[in-house]
Structure formats: structure tokens, C-alpha cells
């Protein structure tokens, strides 16, 4: 199966950067499709950006401009700019394995807050 273990959360100012890291491990791993979603307080999950294997990616209105989504091998990575204090959530990654099908990583805060 696909383990996922995200880190770079944590406290940012208003206008700040982070760069989240979500890196796969597993036997045989094929992944097809990484995404980031958040959730924050009392709201549902939501998509923020996702890449594909061949290095296609789509972002949605959330942070477009603001965000980008990036894949090296196994780990992809979350580079946000001018963050906003609405950016606050937990960030998840999720990856689609052509085998294992779909997994969750455990999610990282960020917190956006003067």
C-alpha cells in the first residue's frame, strides 16, 4: 500500500510563504495523480491543486496564483504564497496508485495569523 507523510505547516504571517512536503513510500509504487486539498474549520474538504505523473497540473480557484504543485519522484511538493488568514487549514495530500488505488496523508496545519 501507499504511505504518505506530509510536513511544512506551521504559523505564517499575512503575505507569508510555506512549501509543504508530501512524500510517498511503498513497494512497486506507481502513482498516476498527487493532490493537495484542505479542510478548514467546519468546512468540507477541499481540492487546491493536483498533478499528474506526466507533469500536467490544474489548480482550482482556492489559491490559483497564489500556489504551486510540484512532483519530484516521490515527494510533491505545495509552494503557497501570499498567504491569507482564509488560507487557515489542514493540509492533505492524497495520491491515486495505479495499484493501491487512492491513500491519505495525515494532514499539516497552517495557520495564517498576525
Known amino acids: 500500500h501507499v504511505q504518505l507523510v506530509e510536513s511544512g505547516g506551521g504559523l505564517v504571517q499575512p503575505g507569508g510563504s510555506l512549501r509543504l512536503t508530501c512524500t510517498a513510500s511503498g513497494s512497486g509504487l506507481s502513482i498516476s495523480t498527487w493532490s493537495w486539498y484542505r479542510q478548514g474549520s467546519g468546512n468540507q474538504r477541499e481540492l487546491v491543486a493536483r498533478?499528474?505523473?506526466?507533469?500536467y497540473t490544474s489548480y482550482t480557484d482556492l489559491m490559483k496564483g497564489r500556489c504551486t504543485i510540484s512532483l519530484d519522484k516521490n515527494t510533491v511538493y505545495l509552494q503557497m504564497n501570499s498567504l491569507k488568514p482564509e488560507d487557515t487549514a489542514v493540509y492533505y495530500c492524497?495520491?491515486?496508485?495505479?495499484?493501491?488505488?487512492?491513500?491519505w496523508g495525515q494532514g499539516t496545519q497552517v495557520t495564517v495569523s498576525s
Open positions: 492524497n495520491a491515486e496508485d495505479r495499484r493501491y488505488g487512492g491513500a
Open positions: 498533478i499528474f505523473s506526466d507533469g
